[in-house]
């Protein structure tokens, strides 16, 4: 089993709609969680950081369960260039060990 | 430097050739990251350095990889013998204690 895992998508949303989903971690020890972006054959970029009490930068709102151990992401009134990879990322109890999730696609559409 | 700079970009290889990564990271930047990025997957971490000390190697796929930074700043990593199944991008990111990666734009290896 993976450490960090994502629903692949693709998740079709159209545009000005809302889209969320979810990354599940295993363990339990993590320290750190982020979202990245990727765009197709791109560098992956961050988007945010989550915090424990959740937190929102402009569309974007992120949330953290630690019990139940995963992350969500949702983003709000989808423009067309939100199409691309979201790629969940967690740090655990190794400083350096960031481990990504394989990513899930969003494709907004006009 | 301004970003993150990888080279080669492309590189093709014979299957049982040696291949060589170059990554030189943002200018003051103590922590360095390798990830392997195969087609349709998320970066899978290879190993991580803060100045010159490898601190962490446990994602080295086998021996046949091998990783340096030996000035603490630019970095190499070599694969030997090379295989089809190494056959990916080789992303390096670049780091403060802040510990948002700063990626470059990776070197794409195909084996044949």
Redesign the interface.
Known sequence: RKEVEQDPGPFNVPEGATVAFNCTYSNSASQSFFWYRQDCRKEPKLLMSVYSSGNEDGRFTAQLNRASQYISLLIRDSKLSDSATYLCVVRGDSWGKFQFGAGTQVVVTP | GAGVSQSPRYKVAKRGQDVALRCDPISGHV?L?W?QQAL??????LT?F?NEAQ??K??LPSDRFFAERPEGSVSTLKIQRTQQEDSAVY?CASSQAT???F????SRLTVL
């Open positions: 922590s990251f990830y349709g997957q998320g970066p899978e971490f991580y803060q601190l962490d446990s994602g992303l510990g948002e990666l990626f470059g734009e990776g």
